[in-house]
């Protein structure tokens, strides 16, 4: 008899172990189902679609481009669409935020203003070997919704139409510098290797640095952010710029003064 209490014992508290676990299945289930999970008989309901910037399109407004001006028109038309790029993600991610007014004073307004300086760049250089085109700055303005041009936002660096390259922002703000590529003098074939690697850099430097204000925030004293990830991204910045100056003047005349090009600065 004291032999058999063991096996009954042991089957009595295996008994009450698969109860438990069926109740406790029961209620992940029943939490699933109450949470939207899959499997739980609901779906949670998707967010609604965001709204998006969009612009009018300057390419097709352009006259024949000069063959000598083709490189520079096609690099600021890139530059305008990722300006678009850069206000949608600006948009996405200061969703609730401000007044309002916010949208126009923080996003669309800072948006035309680019534009408008890019757009005028476009017309120099066209005006340079031709007639200049004229009338192109009433397609600076852009507007939340409805019109034409609107590129896909992007979660890389990305360069700006005041000549600024930013990271995705975040709710520290984000990291934008100066841009060099629209800076830079006609790159010799030569060098276009080397030059386009070390451009390619200073965008993996700016994407490294907004990681870095992203996953510090809070740390450090007031001057953590200087002292800690501008410091450095500038130290990164005059090596990488060096470099592509020294690849230019390989073969024709140095690039000057490129090095004030390095500092850059948190904007929120």
Known sequence: MSRALPKYNKRRVAAVGGAAAVVLSGAVIAGSALAGEPGGGTKARPLAAAAAITCPDVRSKLPAVPASAR???????????????????????????????????????????????????????????????????????????????????????????????????????????????????????????????????????????????????GQGGPNFVQNAILGPLKDKRVSTIDRIAIAIGRTTTKPQGLGTLAACRLVK
Do not use: H, W, Y
Request: one cysteine or more.
């Open 71 to 217: 490189a520079e028109v096609d690099r600021n038309l890139t530059l305008l669409d990722t300006q678009i790029r850069e206000a949608n993600n600006r948009l996405a991610t200061s969703a609730g935020q401000g007044g309002p007014n916010f949208v126009q004073n923080a996003i669309l307004g800072p948006l035309k203003d680019k534009r408008v300086s890019t757009i005028d760049r476009i017309a120099i250089a066209i005006g340079r070997t031709t007639t200049k085109p004229q009338g192109l700055g009433t397609l600076a303005a852009c507007t939340l919704g409805g019109g034409q041009s609107t590129p896909a936002p992007q979660r890389t660096g990305t360069t700006g139409g005041t000549g600024m390259n930013t990271g995705t922002g975040t709710s520290a703000g984000a990291i934008a510098c100066p841009d060099v590529k629209s800076q830079l003098p006609a790159v010799p074939a030569s060098a276009r290797a080397e030059v386009d690697r070390n451009l390619t850099l200073l965008d993996t430097q700016i994407r490294e640095a907004n990681n870095r204000l992203a996953t510090s925030a």
